[in-house]
């Protein structure tokens, strides 16, 4: 049976697991009967959450999403995202106010909508004062096009700064933040989730299997396991010391699913979602048999035991592949290092 929690202190309650849509359209080679057989399933299941973002296959995941809405928008709490590039055009990006009041305008119109109910910075910028974005993003809640702001992928120093920011100039405030999680990927548990959680901010948190690798289809000595050839990206080259560590994590992990009489996936998301300073877990689909592997997680409660053998695979605090961190590694650029 789906939970629900309060989305930071917005009065706003969602669902535990959040539709996320980055599947939807060309990168995920999904049609738009995919799409709203997944979105209607979702929706039955008990998720009132859904989260998009202009960027993926370049506004076609929104169009996808608004129209699989019809007759079911006011029941949703819709979030998108702006700041990646949508054109060569080097102003068609970023966190200007320039931008923002331009592609809010076409997210809207994708979207099918009048508001959008979260509106999130997708990734922080350190060409923009952050004050230039908040000015734009409290404009728009003024107009009611916007309802909430939220950001992702912030370190917790410009978390703070954001926040800080908002009350030193009075201007609307991030009321959530949108970082990694996962059992592989344990990095905000040191600094950014006691942030989110000192702000009073919800979280919601992204990739919660890894990426595919807290799937279940990829074991150690087996042929399903992921090569270099089949998945290119750094974060899956096999001839990386990090990644061939993942996999024999991952492989205990299994294991420890496998004598909890559990599948990995649900242990994995049941993992995310129990974490008290987690509002919801972004699942991503691309197909329904994939949603519906991930709906059992919302019955599970993982026991003390279970814990503490996952903390004894993957230490607390810690992301076994530094390749998997999209937050923070922004503020460890070269002017920042010694050398």
């Known amino acids: 049976m789906m939970k629900y929690r309060y989305l930071g202190t ?3 309650q969602v669902s535990a ?34 989260d998009t973002a202009d960027i993926y296959s370049h506004g076609q995941s929104e169009e996808m999403l608004g129209t699989a809405l019809k007759g079911k928008r006011d029941q949703v709490v819709l979030a998108t995202k702006f700041f990646m590039p949508m ?111 000192r702000y009073g901010m919800g979280s919601l948190s992204y990739s919660p299997l890894d990426g595919g690798w807290l799937s279940g289809k990829w074991r150690k000595n087996s042929a399903s396991a992921p090569t270099s050839s089949a998945r290119p990206s750094a974060r899956f080259d ?15 992990l299994a294991q420890l699913a496998e004598e909890s009489h559990m599948t990995l996936i649900e242990m994995a998301i049941a993992f995310v979602i129990n974490h008290p300073g987690i509002t919801a877990a972004i699942v991503g689909p691309r197909t329904l048999e994939q949603l519906n592997s991930y709906m059992p997680a919302v019955d599970v409660t993982l026991s003390d035991e279970i814990l503490d053998r996952i903390d004894d695979i993957v230490k607390p605090g810690v992301t076994v592949n530094p390749d998997d961190n999209s937050y923070g590694d922004h503020e460890l650029t070269a002017t920042e290092r010694r050398r």
């Not at 959040?18 to 709203?36: I, N, P, R």
């Open 17 to 50: 697991l959040c539709l996320g849509t980055m599947m939807f359209g060309a990168w995920g080679k999904t049609s738009q009967t995919d799409v709203s057989r997944i979105v209607d399933a979702a929706f039955d299941s008990g998720i009132n959450f859904m």
């Open 87 to 197: 054109s060569e055009d080097p102003n068609e990006r970023g966190g200007s106010r320039r931008w923002i009041m331009r592609e809010v305008e076409q997210s809207l119109k994708r979207l099918q909508t009048d508001h959008i109910d979260l509106y999130q910075m997708h990734r922080p910028s350190s060409d923009t004062d952050i004050d230039e974005t908040l000015g734009a993003l409290t404009d728009l809640i003024h107009q009611g096009k916007v309802l909430y702001a939220g950001s992702s992928s912030f370190a917790a120093s410009q978390i703070v700064e954001a926040q800080w920011a908002s009350q030193r100039n009075r201007h609307a405030r991030f009321v959530t933040e949108q970082p990694p999680y996962s059992l592989l990927v344990r990095g905000i548990e040191q600094d950014v989730l006691p942030t989110i959680r």
């Open 10 to 12: 917005t009065g706003v």
């Open 238 to 252: 096999m001839s990386s010391k990090d990644n061939l560590r993942k996999l024999d994590m991952v492989e205990r």
